[in-house]
């Protein structure tokens, strides 16, 4: 069953508003990763965090690993339209060697 | 450009029919993982292959079964297909994903 809990799941703002969602678990992961899926497209690695505790930019894009282990979260500063999409996280979790458990995703709108 | 080729991209068949989805991995990635996608969901791990040796099992029914090759290259078969088995399959190697295969069933 589901051990990811995305949240939001949607989100409507505006254009250069920040945004931010997030993950959580009551399981510890030993990796988060986030992606961008766009409509009937695979997804797309957006962030990769590997270590408790760590905070990692891509751009506009940040996210940060929880110290507890059990949780992640994403933020999207100054968005735009193209940011419109659904936000995974995904996470390795220690009992479950490489494979991935995925959240339930974050639908993204953004109005111009 | 993930590097992870999947064809077809796109399948329509009949229920009870039989169906091969491919796969080929990066250059160099011994790691494939097969993922299911249904309507409005999240990514459902299915089945990972290893160097062709499969390696760990998720939430793949029994009609499904998937081989590695030793090219690396991988297919999914799916077998008896039913009209809940519409979804996007995605393959991928470890953190990068296809572009996924569409399959409707009728």
């Known amino acids: 069953g589901q051990q990811l809990n995305q949240s939001p799941q949607s989100m409507f703002i505006q254009e250069g508003e920040d945004v931010s969602m997030n993950c959580t678990s009551s399981?510890?992961?030993?990796?988060w990763l986030w992606y961008k899926q766009d409509p009937g497209e695979g997804p797309v690695l957006l962030i990769a965090l590997y270590k408790a505790g760590e905070l990692t930019s891509n751009g506009r894009l940040t996210a940060q690993f929880g110290i507890t282990r059990k949780d992640s979260f994403l933020n999207i500063s100054a968005s735009i339209p193209s940011d419109v999409g659904i936000y995974f996280c995904?996470?390795?979790?220690?009992?479950?060697?490489?494979?991935?458990?995925f959240g339930e995703g974050t639908q993204l709108t953004v109005n111009p | 450009d993930s590097g992870v080729t999947q064809t077809p991209k796109h399948l329509i068949t009949a229920t009870g029919q039989r169906v091969t989805l491919r796969c080929s991995p990066r250059?160099?990635?011994?790691?494939v993982y097969w993922y299911q996608q249904s309507l409005d969901q999240g990514l459902q791990f299915l089945i990972q292959?290893?160097?062709?040796?499969?390696?760990a099992k998720g939430n793949i029914l029994e009609r499904f079964s998937a081989q590695q090759f030793p090219d690396l290259h991988s297919e999914l078969n799916l077998s008896s297909l039913e009209l809940g088995d519409s979804a996007l399959y995605f393959c991928?190697?470890?953190?990068?994903f296809g572009q996924g295969t569409r399959l409707t069933v009728v």
């Open positions: 292959y290893y160097n062709g040796e499969e390696r």
């Open positions: 991928a190697t470890d953190s990068f």
């Open positions: 995904a996470g390795r979790l220690l009992t479950s060697g490489s494979r991935l458990t």
């Open positions: 399981s510890i992961f030993n990796t």
């Open positions: 250059s160099g990635d011994l790691s």
